[in-house]
């Protein structure tokens, strides 16, 4: 595994290291450093243990196989999500999902996988200059990690809790369609947010990283990236502190990979918070801004029939009706899903507690969850939040929630409740502290356009965080360029969902596989070029030397 | 909000101090068997002290139910798996959040904290169920941070740290993860 001073005892199986059991301090190094193992990492650890380039792959959480999902929440939310998901924006307004495994959060997702829409795209390229940014561009890109991961769309009927959206949208001639998944043989047991138990998911657990370990590439888990190592105005690596078996710093014992290039793929939050602790060049206070989330919020129906939202792949049918519903720069649009029923997780988003909590939960077997998926960034209205550092060192995100936001959670909630009785749902329940369950679509449109919307009364949360280092082509605008490199920093990239320069409007996962297999192929292309295989080797046995970096 | 100016004015008035008075009577009463489920378990904690755990054992009933522990159809075993899993989450918490509900715990164990932080006067044991449910709402309405946090913190992991447990789930009608199989 190339690696210096490592007692070679500690790596538990070929090419993985649990940090978490070493003793010691070591260096290793390699030709290309990825740090995190999610859907940006995963897919630059394959893409480059391809060409025979030396990788390693750091990662703060643990290295969880197929095997060891219980299907419980209790577990899953310990050992799988940054911070056992209940991470909270610094207001405590918007809760915060985000994996962290080995795989990132594509080992807990929903296995919802849609291309980019194309109005994004014109407006990145239009907005902040990117170039290789098109529909066309990035079509065989598309093309390409779908069949690696066998996307396509669910055909087998959807649940009752995914059919109640269908019939709803249906009933009012608004358009909705199926949705893409990313799996193999998928049992439609619904319990993708615990990490899949039989292995269906093409999560980068059970693909990327896995094929790249095979081709010879280094996993380091719980282990998390401190700071990176910059000197002159390049990177030469990063130092790491091992994480104990609660997942806390070890702060006695020091791991260091040295490598020539480093590629930043922790994830929203997690990437432009490691170029902050790291004292990245930043004159003009970039990094961190312009984070996005997807805000969602959430409307239930209470059904005349069984619904079981707990059982079958969580997310089926989508509707896009009102995505662009005033244009790309209007107000806010979202897109309409369903939210998997687990108890815990349901327990946690209900905006109640006491008697009215327990009755909540009492009716879970009759209860429909939609989601309403807000796109922000695309109005100087909607800037977007900023990561910071705490006084750990530790990020926290603050996400300021405005009246351009509170309309669209309006609409939203209008929406859903329409979609809700269309459906024939007895009553629905904003999940917001001050409203009571409305009986009937007149009362609901009513109650809504009176609604007080604030922080901490209206439920918010997300799945989805997107920007922290933004791409552009302007320096004074972007923290990296349309290559995922940074503007200032030699030889170090971002290539995660971080780099977006807005939100979506869609589910993020298959637009970072696409944009990470076309960024890390340019990459290798440019600093190991054209090599016969023999040289190839030869480069990436000689990192420093060798490469044309 | 009116159980709460029912309180103040119960404070205040001259009921009030025969609210204080009856709840002494009752808090004595009530401290022993309380006293014995909570010191009895064996479990060891990793963050909750003995104190937290007195506290705890008044309110986690109340926000799971709206009723005092008797009355909530919990069992004390229950209860305290909740508080099992609550530490074993708020172990793997950042050093943030773990320095905000120590400051938390540490002001709501105390009777100059309780009073300045849920506004309760009688102790969290004496405390009727609307008593610690008024507390409850004022949390979560607050512009104090620190009592945002109490509510948004407590109220996630003490629901999530009930509903992961498969005791509760019977009485929702939840059947549990589809098969008996562990992975594959
Ligand atoms: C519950 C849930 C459901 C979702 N459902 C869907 C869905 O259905 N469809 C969809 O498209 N998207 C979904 N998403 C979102 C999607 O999975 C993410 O947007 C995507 O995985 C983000 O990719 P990423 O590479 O930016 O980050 P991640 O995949 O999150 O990976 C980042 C990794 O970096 C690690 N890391 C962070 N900091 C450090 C550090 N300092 N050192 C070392 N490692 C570090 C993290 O532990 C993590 O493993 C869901 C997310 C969640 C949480
Ligand atoms: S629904 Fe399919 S992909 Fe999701 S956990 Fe179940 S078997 Fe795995």
């Known amino acids: ?549 | 909000m009116r159980t709460i100016s029912r309180r103040h004015f119960l404070k205040y008035g001259a009921g009030g101090l025969l609210l204080v008075v009856g709840g002494g009577a009752a808090y004595q009463a009530l401290q022993h068997d309380w006293i014995l489920e909570v010191e009895h378990d064996s479990h060891s904690f990793l963050f909750l002290t003995l104190d937290d755990r007195f506290v705890l054992f008044s309110l986690v009933p109340v926000l799971l139910t709206g009723k005092r522990k008797d009355h909530s159809g919990l069992a004390p075993e229950e209860i305290n798996q909740v508080l099992h899993n609550m530490d074993a989450t708020i172990a793997r918490l950042p050093d943030r959040t773990r320095a905000e509900l120590r400051k938390l715990f540490d002001l709501m164990g105390g009777a100059f904290g309780r009073v300045c932080v849920a506004g309760l006067w009688t102790s969290w044991s004496s405390a009727s169920a609307e008593e610690i449910g008024s507390v409850l709402i004022r949390w979560q309405s607050s512009v104090l941070e620190l009592l945002n946090v109490a509510y948004y913190g407590l109220h996630s992991l003490v629901v999530t740290s009930h509903y992961c447990e498969a005791d509760s789930w019977t009485r929702i009608g939840y059947s549990g993860p589809p098969h008996p199989m562990r992975g594959g």
């Open chain 1, 1 to 549: 595994m190339g690696s210096d001073g490592v007692n070679l005892g500690m790596v538990s199986e070929k090419g993985h290291l649990d940090a978490s059991e070493l003793d010691e301090g070591a260096v290793l190094e390699a030709d290309v450093l990825i740090i995190g193992s999610g859907a940006g990492g995963g897919i630059c650890a394959e893409a480059l243990a391809e060409r025979n380039i030396r990788v390693v792959v750091v990662e703060e959480g643990p290295f969880k196989k197929t095997a060891d999902f219980t299907m419980r929440e209790k577990e899953a939310f310990q050992d799988l999500y940054f911070e056992c998901g209940g991470r909270r924006t610094k207001d405590k307004a918007i809760g915060i999902f985000q994996g962290r495994a080995v795989g990132g959060s594509t080992t807990v997702n929903w296995t919802a996988s849609f291309r980019t829409p194309e109005q994004t795209l014109r407006y990145w390229s239009n907005e902040f200059g990117l170039s290789g940014f098109s529909a066309e561009d990035l079509a065989p890109w598309f093309d390409r990690v779908e069949k690696r991961l066998n996307i396509s769309p669910w055909l087998p009927a959807p649940n009752e809790n995914n059919a109640i959206i269908a019939r709803g949208a249906a009933a009012l001639d608004w358009s909705y369609g199926t949705v893409p998944r990313n799996v193999r043989g998928c049992a439609d047991l619904g319990l993708c947010g615990q990490g899949c138990p039989i292995g269906a998911k093409q999560s980068m657990l059970v693909t990327t990283i896995p094929r790249a370990m095979e081709l010879g590439a280094t996993v380091i888990s719980r282990a998390r990236a401190a700071r990176l190592l910059l000197r002159q105005g390049r990177v030469e690596g990063a130092v790491l502190e091992p994480l104990d078996s609660l997942g806390r710093p070890k702060r006695t014992i020091q791991l260091e990979v040295r490598a020539p290039l480093v590629i930043v793929a922790a994830g929203g939050i997690g990437s432009p918070a490691l170029l902050l602790r790291s004292a990245t060049p930043d004159p003009d206070r970039l990094i961190g801004s312009r984070t996005f989330l997807h805000p969602t919020v959430v409307v239930t129906g209470a059904m005349p029939q069984q619904v079981a939202g707990y059982r079958g792949a969580p997310q089926t049918v989508y509707s896009d009706h009102f995505l662009w519903r005033d244009g790309i720069e209007g107000r806010m649009g979202f897109k309409i899903e369903a939210l998997a029923i687990q108890p815990s997780l349901f327990s946690g988003l209900m905006m109640r507690h006491g008697a009215e909590h327990q009755s909540f939960m009492q009716r879970i077997n009759d209860t429909q969850g939609s989601i309403m998926l807000l796109r922000d960034g695309f109005n100087e209205e909607s800037p977007g939040g900023r990561v910071g550092l705490d006084a750990f060192d530790y990020p926290e995100l603050d996400y300021t929630v405005n009246d351009y936001l509170w309309e669209g959670v309006r609409e939203a909630y209008l929406r859903a409740s329409e979609m809700l009785f269309a459906a024939g749902a007895n009553n629905i329940q904003l999940w917001h502290f001050d409203a009571p369950s409305l009986t009937s679509w007149t009362q609901a449109k009513q109650f809504i356009a009176n609604l007080q919307l604030k922080p901490l009364s209206t439920g918010l949360f997300s799945a989805h965080v997107m920007g922290g280092c933004s791409m552009g082509a302007d320096p004074r605008r972007s923290v990296v360029d349309s290559r995922g490199a940074h503007h200032h920093v030699k030889n170090l990239y971002v290539i995660d969902g971080s780099l977006f320069p807005t939100s979506l409007g869609t589910n993020p996962q298959l637009t970072i596989y696409a944009i990470a297999a076309k960024l890390a192929n340019e990459l290798a292309e440019r600093h190991w070029p054209a090599p016969s295989s023999f040289q190839k080797r030869e480069s990436a046995m000689n990192p420093i030397s060798g490469a044309s970096l």
